[in-house]
């Protein structure tokens, strides 16, 4: 039996340079119910088995057509098992999930209790990696109750346009003046006016005797650029 040294590897490369295309096209198309980066990730790890498998064949003189190279390796990594092996205990690793062990959701996806969007379809305006960026959130009840009930409760109310809601959102996830300008196609001016718009209704939605470290906030934000 040949070993990977005796295999002509040059010959080996141009032939699976041939087969990329049809083994991507099979694997664009198994993989089409993942989401765009899972998939991506199923059709390198597709390729990189096809190629190892490809050059055993080589190596005792067989020839294989793409598409069974592609169906035996998307096999593999629909069960889990990629070109570094599989493990069943990392919690990370595909394999643990498809057994049920771990399940692994995005902190974009996981939105606090009581919060709603500035459309009021339930979802979530804010961000729920904050509580990681910054553990006073969760240490300090004001910034519990602004987060959760104050701000979503100001983001339904009728007095703010679709624009200014649109830029509290994108404020709120730390955009810069130019950046919400460029999102809401106007003028930094614009976003400045927005800004100050939006200070004022905040006073007035939380009252004269608004809390100084609210105060402070509608200050930032109608004086920040």
Not at 170 to 190: C, G, H, I
Request: aromatic share 6%.
């Amino acid at each position: 039996m040949a070993t990977a040294c005796d295999v002509d590897l040059g010959r080996v490369q141009e032939t699976f340079v041939r087969m990329m295309p049809e083994i991507e096209r099979r694997a664009d198309l198994t993989f089409r119910h993942l989401d765009p980066e899972a998939r991506e990730e199923a059709a390198a790890e597709t390729l990189a088995l096809c190629w190892r498998n490809l050059l055993q064949c080589a190596t005792t003189g067989r020839t294989v057509p793409a598409s069974s190279l592609a169906h035996y390796a998307m096999l593999q990594v629909g069960s889990g098992r990629g070109f570094c092996g599989q493990d069943s205990t990392d919690v990370l690793s595909p394999r643990t999930q498809l057994l049920g062990r771990a399940t692994v959701r995005s902190l974009n996806a996981t939105h606090p209790a009581g919060m709603t969007t500035a459309g009021g379809d339930g979802g979530s305006w804010w961000d729920g990696s904050e509580a990681l960026e910054d553990r006073r959130v969760w240490e300090r009840p004001f910034e519990c109750v602004r987060i959760r009930h104050d701000y979503g409760a100001f983001l339904s109310s009728p007095a703010l346009t679709g624009q200014e809601k649109r830029a509290f959102d994108l404020l709120a996830q730390s955009y810069r003046t130019s950046e919400v300008a460029d999102a809401l196609e106007v003028s930094p001016p614009r976003v400045c006016q927005i800004k100050h718009a939006l200070a004022g209704k905040l006073t007035d939605f939380m009252g004269e005797d608004v809390d100084p470290n609210y105060r402070a906030l509608c200050c930032r934000a109608s004086a920040s650029g």
